[in-house]
């Protein structure tokens, strides 16, 4: 029997190569031989202002996606946060791993929480819904952009940029910079951007002994979780450029999935709720999404979109 040789299609950063790495290690495991094929998105060329501003969906992944589907790389590792929700024709997304911490990270320079933060600190983040919710919990707080790598935006919060920044917690920890973290804004606090703290491997559909090999690093019940997220935010007509959280997990057996719309100020805050098994992930998506649809998320999205 050959042994398979697999390319794994990643970005350059920090994060990115981590996470390529990881998934190269479970395929060597498994007895395949495994390179990595590194591919600059227009996410990575385009560092001023906030990603929302690119005015595209899935500037990190979509070079990453062309590569497999032109026979450059076999396999696409994405952060599954910034993979957007429509299927492309002939990819799959073969697996999704069991997920790191959802939540997002508060990172401060002197205070030890959201709530010591003086009044008027500078918060850094890139995005709209951390700057929703932020403003919600803390009116008072400058909430201003930030880009670049995780180790980049540490940089600017040590440089006195910033008070404070907020990032992913799964991103800090996978690089080992998980002591950095001052405080974790766990949901329901705080809800993460669907997808949050999970990756997203996929490979082409054709591609039936690739499809194998990634499936055996699903997790069902992150599968289910992240499902039920995308399915929300795919109704919604979202993306990672508007103020939308979700948190999906399991509870007694049951999937649980909790979602948000918010205005860009943090005044207005949407939340709904539904449960259901597993199985039917992608329907308890869409009945959290009827029912921010039923409160006024469509139009609370296309106000933050023109904002």
């Known amino acids: 029997m050959s042994v398979p040789h697999i390319r794994i299609g990643t970005r350059a950063s920090q994060l990115a190569q981590w996470q390529a790495k990881w998934v190269a290690k479970q395929l060597r495991s498994q007895g395949a031989t495994v390179e990595l094929v590194d591919i600059v998105t227009s996410g990575d060329t385009e560092q001023s202002g906030p990603v929302a501003g690119l005015g595209v969906q899935g500037v990190f992944t979509k070079e990453v996606q062309s590569a497999v589907l032109e026979s450059r790389a076999d396999v ?29 990270a508060l990172v401060a320079a002197t205070a030890d929480s959201l709530a010591a933060l003086p009044q008027g600190a500078r918060v850094g983040t890139g995005s709209l819904r951390r700057q929703s919710q932020l403003k919600s919990l ?39 910079w998980g002591e950095r973290i001052t405080e974790f804004l ?65 509870e007694n057996g049951r999937l649980v999935l909790d979602g948000l719309v918010g205005n860009l100020d943090g005044t207005q805050i949407l939340r709904a709720t539904a449960s259901g098994d597993p199985s039917a992930a992608i329907e308890v998506g869409q009945r959290v999404a009827e029912q921010l649809l039923d409160q006024g998320a469509a139009e609370t999205i296309a106000a933050a979109r023109v904002g």
């Open 76 to 104: 696409a590792v994405h952060s599954l946060k910034d993979l957007p929700t429509e299927a492309i024709a002939d990819l799959v997304l073969a697996a999704v791993p069991e997920r790191e911490n959802v939540a997002d």
């Open 138 to 176: 803390r009116p008072d707080l400058e909430v201003v952009g930030i880009r670049g790598n995780v180790d980049t935006r540490l940089r600017k919060l040590d440089e006195g940029e910033y008070d404070a920044i907020l990032l992913a917690a799964a991103g800090l920890r996978r690089l080992g």
């Open 186 to 250: 766990e949901p329901p606090r705080m809800l993460p951007a669907p997808g949050q703290g999970a990756l997203g491997i996929e490979c082409r559909a054709n591609d039936a002994e690739v499809c194998e090999l990634l499936a055996r690093m699903n997790h069902a019940e992150t599968r289910a979780a992240v499902d039920a997220e995308r399915s929300m935010l795919a109704l919604l007509h979202g993306g990672c450029s508007v103020p939308v959280g979700a948190w999906g997990r399991t």
